[in-house]
């Protein structure tokens, strides 16, 4: 599978980017709209950046308790189930009179299934492609997201101009409910992926079952943490140009979303494995320009070039699921997605805390020379694994554990 066209031909594969961009769309929207809306009733600006991205941090107790269930439930009744789930815990946001705490209560309960929800949805997808599919698939899906986040965004204030914010959550709900109907309709009936009923002692066991193999260790490892220090450099964007700080996230948008294209749909497989390193380098070494502070058109083409090196993701999932057995793919990339998360709120608290004692500029260096030596370290480990593109045998759950 090499062209969008063999991609969106795929039965399901469209349904199912459908069920993920409403959502995606709909959390964006319903982020905005809830920030607003908390700040107007209390005036404090943490309680609203904790309403628009606090629902994140949830998502790691929902990889402790919840993600045995990922490959345990039928993927087209999970993802209906999920998507009426965020419509109803919406839904109740626009009660009038809903205490803060009841609002944050519903943001944790939203937080806490969304891990479910992407280990569903990706162990899913790499169900319904096949194994050289899956790469530009996930790729299409993270260009959805990138696209559906500013879109989502920038409609989302405008709508805010001429609605209430409560007007505006109603219009995520519709969006959540769209996206149950297309799951419902658009999916067909798959079974479990793996036996057994979802338990919390199942998710640790596995959590630790993909934990103990040393191979995925080092890709779990490359996965989350350039990723979420770099991810630190962007959260000092207003601290570094308050007024300008906009046109830096957009570069770091646009970026993204050419490197997910690049390497989505143009990279061939004998180059992925070379390309990992180099990615995972580009993330971070654009970021030290920063020492010098950069006028803003350099510091624009800095952050643009480096967010290109977040399409080294695609290819550690690659890796990942040729590391994981058909039957946890699905919690293994909620794992990831999970841990991602979480790691990056740590790298935006890290670069925050240095930022204080130092200046942004010294804290965006930092942490992009720290992630450059983290790429570093764990380089040897990487090279050391099959080319996802091999044709390697699938371990089994018995045999993937231990070194």
Do not use: K
Not at 201 to 227: G, K
Not at 289 to 302: E, K, N, S
Request: charged share 10%.
């Amino acid at each position: 599978m090499h062209t969008y066209r063999d991609l969106f031909r795929t039965p399901e594969f469209t349904p199912l980017f459908l069920t993920s961009t409403l959502q995606v769309a709909g959390s964006t929207v319903s982020t905005l709209a809830l920030g607003t809306l908390v700040y107007a009733s209390t005036g404090s600006p943490l309680l609203s950046a904790l309403a628009m991205f606090g629902p994140s941090l949830a998502q790691v107790l929902g990889a402790t308790v919840l993600l045995s269930a990922a490959d345990r439930l039928p993927p087209r009744a999970a993802l209906t189930g999920l998507a009426l789930v965020f419509a109803l815990c919406t839904a109740g946001q626009t009660v009038p009179g809903l205490p803060v705490w009841g609002t944050f209560l519903l943001l944790f309960a939203l937080g806490t299934v969304a891990a479910l929800g992407g280990g569903v949805r990706y162990g899913l997808l790499h169900q319904i492609l096949a194994r050289d599919g899956f790469l530009i698939g996930r790729s299409v899906l993270n260009m959805s997201v990138g696209t559906m986040q500013i879109c989502g965004f920038a409609v989302g204030g405008v709508l805010l101009t001429a609605l209430a914010p409560r007007g505006v959550l109603l219009g995520a709900v519709a969006l959540y409910l769209a996206a149950a109907v297309v799951a419902r309709l658009g999916l067909a009936r798959h079974p479990a992926r793996a036996a057994g009923r979802p338990s919390l002692t199942q998710t640790w066991r596995t959590n630790a079952l993909l934990w103990s193999s040393r191979p995925r260790r080092a890709v779990y490892l490359a996965l989350w943490v350039p990723n979420g220090l770099i991810v630190g450099c962007e959260s000092l964007f207003v601290a570094y140009d308050s007024e300008r700080a906009g046109v830096l996230f957009l570069a770091g948008a646009v970026g993204m979303l050419a490197g997910d294209t690049l390497v989505g749909r143009f990279v061939p497989a004998r180059w992925r494995q070379r390309l990992s390193m180099p990615l995972r380098a580009l993330l971070a070494v654009p970021y030290l320009l920063f020492a010098l502070h950069p006028p803003l058109p350099v510091a624009v083409i800095a952050v643009l070039v480096a967010s290109v090196g977040f399409a080294a993701s695609l290819l550690l999932q690659e890796r990942l699921m040729a590391l994981t057995p058909d039957e946890t793919s699905g919690h293994a990339l909620g794992l990831y997605s999970a841990g991602l998360l979480a790691l990056q709120g740590v790298g935006a608290a890290l670069a925050g805390a240095v930022a204080e004692v130092t200046s942004p500029p010294t804290a965006m260096t930092a942490m992009a020379l720290l992630s450059l030596a983290v790429t570093v370290a764990l380089t040897p480990g990487l090279r050391a694994q099959p080319a996802p593109g091999a044709p390697a045998r699938r371990p089994s759950p018995a045999g993937s554990r231990g070194d």
